[in-house]
């Protein structure tokens, strides 16, 4: 895994100005630009910050668990695109069990390493009595289900990158760089016809605040949680 996630660099030149490095304490990527100091870019469940909001984090004060988890009781919940884990974290703190799914391998590997580094904090580990979300193989949950036929989950949440706006264009260098990485998700409606189709109850799509709601013949959005920077927009399941 980790030489294939150094290949995924050293095949794309658009990515010259970005290393892995899978050092003894954890792995990161490392930004090299002319005249600039960035700071190494790695997954870290143990932030101070985040620490503090997963203490305070409950179904009704996170407007994800209230999306995502709504009146189920300890609902399986499958996370399309885990990206940084931080609101799979929060819907597992929330009493969720979540299983994560990520397409892209350098994120991936970044995402492993911060999960295996969270379990040797003590701390942190008195916050999720059931365990933390637990990080599936390397690909979409499209393709997984497809090639192995997973367990039906209760909820799936589904949360694409989209391009770049000038507003979202303002954030640090490096989350610039790491945006650069991951690239935009394709084929978002086609996606959320086929993710709908998997859960029991509901499928969650975030979307950023004043954004379009996206329909088709095969759903229709069924309602909201405002999470004040975003939405969560619920799909009623087919199979519901």
Same mark, same amino acid.
């Given at each position: 895994?980790?030489?294939?996630?150094?290949?995924?660099?050293?095949?794309?030149?658009?990515?010259?100005?970005?290393?892995?490095?899978?050092?003894?304490?954890?792995?990161?990527?490392?930004?090299?630009?002319?005249?600039?100091?960035?700071?190494?870019?790695?997954?870290?469940?143990?932030?101070?910050?985040?620490?503090?909001?997963?203490?305070?984090?409950?179904?009704?004060?996170?407007?994800?668990?209230r999306a995502v988890i709504?009146?189920?009781?300890?609902?399986?919940?499958?996370?399309?695109?885990?990206?940084?884990?931080?609101?799979?974290?929060?819907?597992?703190?929330?009493?969720? +069990?979540?299983?994560?799914? /990520?397409? !892209?391998? $350098?994120?991936? @590997?970044?995402?492993? #390493?911060?999960?295996?580094?969270?379990?040797?904090?003590?701390?942190?580990?008195?916050?999720?009595?059931?365990?933390?979300?637990?990080?599936?193989? +390397?690909?979409?949950?499209? /393709?997984? !289900?497809? $090639?192995?036929? @997973?367990?039906?989950? #209760?909820?799936?949440?589904?949360?694409?990158?989209?391009?770049?706006?000038?507003?979202?264009?303002?954030?640090?260098?490096?989350?610039?760089?790491?945006?650069?990485?991951?690239g935009a998700d394709e084929?978002?409606?086609?996606?959320?016809?086929?993710?709908?189709?998997?859960?029991?109850?509901?499928?969650?799509?975030?979307?950023?605040?004043?954004?379009?709601?996206?329909?088709?013949?095969?759903?229709?959005?069924?309602?909201?949680?405002?999470?004040?920077?975003?939405?969560?927009?619920?799909?009623?399941?087919?199979?519901?």
């Amino acid at each position: 895994m980790v030489e294939s996630n150094r290949a995924f660099f050293e095949d794309d030149g658009s990515k010259d100005n970005v290393r892995l490095s899978v050092g003894q304490d954890r792995v990161e990527l490392l930004f090299d630009e002319r005249g600039q100091n960035f700071k190494p870019f790695f997954i870290d469940f143990s932030d101070r910050k985040f620490l503090s909001r997963l203490q305070r984090a409950g179904r009704n004060s996170e407007a994800v668990a209230r999306a995502v988890i709504g009146r189920l009781s300890a609902p399986v919940g499958y996370d399309a695109t885990a990206g940084l884990g931080r609101d799979s974290f929060i819907m597992q703190r929330c009493g969720a +069990q979540v299983f994560m799914f /990520e397409r !892209n391998p $350098a994120i991936w @590997l970044l995402l492993n #390493d911060g999960l295996c580094r969270a379990q040797t904090d003590a701390s942190l580990m008195n916050l999720f009595p059931n365990g933390l979300p637990v990080l599936m193989r +390397q690909g979409t949950l499209i /393709e997984l !289900n497809r $090639a192995e036929k @997973l367990p039906v989950p #209760d909820v799936v949440y589904y949360d694409p990158m989209f391009p770049q706006t000038k507003k979202s264009a303002l954030v640090k260098k490096d989350m610039q760089i790491f945006h650069s990485i991951v690239g935009a998700d394709e084929d978002v409606t086609a996606n959320l016809r086929e993710l709908v189709a998997l859960p029991k109850h509901r499928l969650i799509f975030k979307r950023p605040d004043g954004a379009e709601v996206l329909s088709a013949a095969q759903f229709a959005r069924s309602g909201y949680v405002d999470g004040k920077a975003c939405r969560f927009d619920i799909y009623k399941s087919c199979q519901s």
